[in-house]
C-alpha cells in the first residue's frame, strides 16, 4: 500500500488502494484479495483471470508482473466494487444460495421459538451488552438475572444501508468478533461471496439471514438484535445461565 494520497471524482482526497483493471472495468465478478485488516482496509485484489497468472508463480515477481495491469482507485470505491460483488453468481449458484437462506432462516425460527420459551428473554424489561466480557445481561424481571455469552455477528447500517461483518469491524472489541471467522470459512468452502465480501447493500432480512447462518455455524442457541445510534447490532447467543444473586 502506498501512502501517497489520490483524489476521486466522487470521494475527494483519500489513501488509494489498487486493483486490476478488471476489476475497475466490471466490479461485479470475484475479487481475489486478503481479509481487510486494522491497517489496511483494502487489500490489493485481482481477478480470476489475472489469479491464474499469480497462481503459476504463487506470487507477482518479475515473472509475472508485467502481465498484470494494476489500476489505482480510491478507498471509497473499492469498498463500493467489491460490495457489488454479491451479485457475481450465476443462477444455478444463486438459487443454491436463496434454497440456503431458507432453510437457515425457518431453521433460526425454531431454535429461536425454543430458545424464547427456555429462557424468557422477552420476559426481561432490561439488556445491557459488555463487550470485554461477550455478555448480553438480560435484567430487571422476576426472574434471576440472565447472562448469554454472545458473539457479534455484523451491523445493519440504516443510513447506507449496509451490512457489515464484524470480522471486519475494527471498531468492535476482539472478544466479539473472534468466533465469526468460521462463518467466512464456510462461506469460502461453499463460494457463498455474501459470506465473505466484508460490506455489502443490505435490509433487514440480509440482517437476520446472516445471523441465521451464524447462528448454524456457530451452534447458538438463537439470535438477538439491539438497535444503535444508525442501524442494528446482531449477535447470536452461544449460552446462557441465570445470575443468583449471592
Ligand atoms: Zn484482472
Ligand atoms: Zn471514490
Same mark, same amino acid.
Given at each position: 500500500?502506498?501512502?501517497?494520497?489520490?483524489?476521486?471524482? =466522487?470521494?475527494?482526497?483519500?489513501?488509494?488502494?489498487?486493483?486490476?483493471?478488471?476489476?475497475?472495468?466490471?466490479?461485479?465478478?470475484?475479487?481475489?484479495?486478503?481479509?481487510? !485488516?486494522?491497517?489496511?482496509?483494502?487489500?490489493?485484489?485481482?481477478?480470476?483471470?489475472? *489469479?491464474?497468472?499469480?497462481?503459476?508463480?504463487?506470487?507477482?515477481? !518479475?515473472? *509475472?508482473?508485467?502481465?498484470?495491469?494494476?489500476?489505482?482507485?480510491?478507498?471509497?470505491?473499492?469498498?463500493?466494487?467489491?460490495?457489488?460483488?454479491?451479485?457475481?453468481?450465476?443462477?444455478?449458484?444463486?438459487?443454491?444460495?436463496?434454497?440456503?437462506? *431458507?432453510?437457515?432462516?425457518?431453521?433460526?425460527?425454531?431454535?429461536?421459538?425454543?430458545?424464547?420459551?427456555?429462557?424468557?428473554?422477552?420476559?426481561?424489561?432490561?439488556?445491557?451488552?459488555?463487550?470485554?466480557?461477550?455478555?448480553?445481561?438480560?435484567?430487571?424481571?422476576?426472574?434471576?438475572?440472565?447472562?448469554?455469552?454472545?458473539?457479534?455477528?455484523?451491523?445493519?447500517?440504516?443510513?447506507?444501508?449496509?451490512?457489515?461483518?464484524?470480522?471486519?469491524?475494527?471498531?468492535?472489541?476482539? !472478544?466479539?468478533?473472534?468466533?465469526?471467522?468460521?462463518?467466512?470459512?464456510?462461506?469460502?468452502?461453499?463460494?457463498?461471496?455474501?459470506?465473505?465480501?466484508?460490506?455489502?447493500?443490505?435490509?433487514?432480512?440480509?440482517?437476520?439471514?446472516? =445471523?441465521?447462518?451464524?447462528?448454524?455455524?456457530?451452534?447458538?442457541?438463537?439470535?438477538?438484535?439491539?438497535?444503535?445510534?444508525?442501524?442494528?447490532?446482531?449477535?447470536?447467543?452461544?449460552?446462557?445461565?441465570?445470575?443468583?444473586?449471592?
Amino acid at each position: 500500500m502506498t501512502s501517497e494520497t489520490f483524489t476521486c471524482a =466522487t470521494h475527494g482526497e483519500i489513501d488509494p488502494a489498487c486493483v486490476c483493471k478488471h476489476l475497475l472495468e466490471n466490479p461485479v465478478q470475484q475479487w481475489h484479495c486478503g481479509y481487510p !485488516e486494522e491497517d489496511e482496509p483494502w487489500p490489493d485484489a485481482w481477478c480470476s483471470a489475472c *489469479n491464474e497468472i499469480f497462481e503459476r508463480e504463487g506470487e507477482w515477481n !518479475e515473472n *509475472n508482473e508485467d502481465e498484470i495491469s494494476v489500476e489505482m482507485i480510491c478507498g471509497h470505491c473499492y469498498e463500493d466494487g467489491i460490495a457489488r460483488s454479491v451479485a457475481r453468481l450465476d443462477d444455478a449458484a444463486q438459487a443454491d444460495w436463496d434454497r440456503h437462506l *431458507n432453510i437457515q432462516c425457518a431453521e433460526l425460527q425454531v431454535k429461536q421459538d425454543a430458545m424464547t420459551a427456555n429462557l424468557k428473554i422477552n420476559d426481561y424489561p432490561r439488556w445491557n451488552y459488555y463487550q470485554e466480557s461477550a455478555q448480553l445481561v438480560f435484567s430487571g424481571g422476576e426472574l434471576p438475572d440472565l447472562v448469554a455469552d454472545v458473539e457479534f455477528v455484523g451491523t445493519l447500517s440504516t443510513s447506507s444501508n449496509t451490512w457489515m461483518w464484524s470480522w471486519a469491524n475494527f471498531s468492535l472489541l476482539e !472478544e466479539v468478533r473472534s468466533r465469526i471467522e468460521a462463518v467466512r470459512g464456510f462461506g469460502e468452502e461453499h463460494d457463498y461471496p455474501h459470506l465473505t465480501v466484508p460490506k455489502w447493500a443490505a435490509d433487514m432480512q440480509d440482517g437476520w439471514h446472516m =445471523t441465521a447462518i451464524a447462528a448454524d455455524t456457530l451452534g447458538a442457541l438463537g439470535a438477538y438484535r439491539v438497535p444503535t445510534d444508525n442501524g442494528f447490532i446482531f449477535m447470536v447467543i452461544l449460552s446462557a445461565k441465570h445470575r443468583y444473586p449471592a
